[in-house]
């Protein structure tokens, strides 16, 4: 049976419709509150509106460096999904728990909430070797941008941390590695005509579809020839076209086009490199523009930028990870997280949490019941191992 505590925590937290375009603070003012009912004092770091928030917040000696628990606090929209029950609220059926987010990851946040009572009381009678630490940050659903004001932030104060275990839905196995990811916005700028004159304009559109022609031959490139590494469930760098928008009629030659072009790169590839290619292929289409339409224009923005992650398998926390795992050899995937945001930084980190990650951003979105146990139970093995009684 499913902890009636982590049950009431992930009810609650489903019911805040954080959807990355809304603002986060009323369920982070919630969990403040909670945590202020436990006598745990925590760090504020906002959005540039103000709109959106971090929190962290740490249990146990404030001179030894924490492990510390991290999640994300934005969900993906539900717009257009067939939902067979209400999203924003939490659904048994048949061992599983629906709801947005239940498995990413609002799951992995309620264990840990649920786990802050005896992490305090154990601090209380000097148990606690090894400080817990709990991060919550904003909008990693649309380019981890939360995490980069929360992790200045810590290193503004100087905050002192040993490693952290990002808690996205890797069914209670570690990922020691996954990809980096960028998306760039091509805007093309042709010239509008009458499609009965159409010699007079410059398509858009189908320059655009030109420049989607030439990102779809650098990935069959690299999927045929480019690096392979088997640690990966996606061996190779992928790229591809995610968003197409163009023209107003069917009979007008369209003037604008944008695309947004998506990489996902290996660690230790240089994912510029594919830019710069469809930079010069772009700067090639442009002269052909501008032969009728001096005024053509393309234009490539990097939009966002999560880097690679590889952990650090001599850190503290990856030893931990390891050990409550049963030493089970990490895997490395293809989706990003905020972990490569961490070790950039400097701090190590480690992947694991409940729920799969195939369940996730999909309608009747749903996590497991055992995986909350497992998770439940893997948490209070590491509190053991961070205190003076293990």
Known sequence: MLNTEIRQLLCRLVAFDTTSRNSNRELIGWVVDYLAALGIPVQLSFSEDGQKANLFAR??????????????TDVVPVDGQAWSSEP????????????????????FIACALALLPEAVARAA????AVPLGLALSYDEEVGCLGVHTLVADLLRRGEKIAGCIIGEPTLMLPVIAHKGIAHYKVRVRGREAHSSLTPRGVNAIEYAARLITFVRGLADREASVGRQVA??????????????????????VPRDCELLVECRWLPGERHERFIEALQDEAAHLLVEMRAVAPEAEITIESIVHCPDFEAD??????????????????????YSTEAGVFQQAGIPAVVCGPGAIREAHRPDEYVDISQLRDCEDWMRRLLDRLSRSA
């Open 125 to 128: 009678r000097g148990e606690l």
């Open 313 to 334: 398998v001599a850190s503290e926390v990856h030893r931990h990870v390891a050990a409550l795992c049963g030493h089970v050899q990490g895997s490395g995937v293809a």
């Open 88 to 107: 924003f609220h939490v659904v048994e059926r048949e061992g599983r728990l629906y709801g947005r987010g239940t498995a990413d990851m609002k799951g």
């Open 231 to 252: 640690l990966y469930d996606v061996p190779y760098t992928t790229l591809q076209t995610g968003l197409v928008h163009g023209g107003i009629a069917g009979n007008i």
């Open 59 to 72: 249990v146990g000696p404030a001179d030894v460096p924490a492990i510390v628990l991290s999640g994300h």
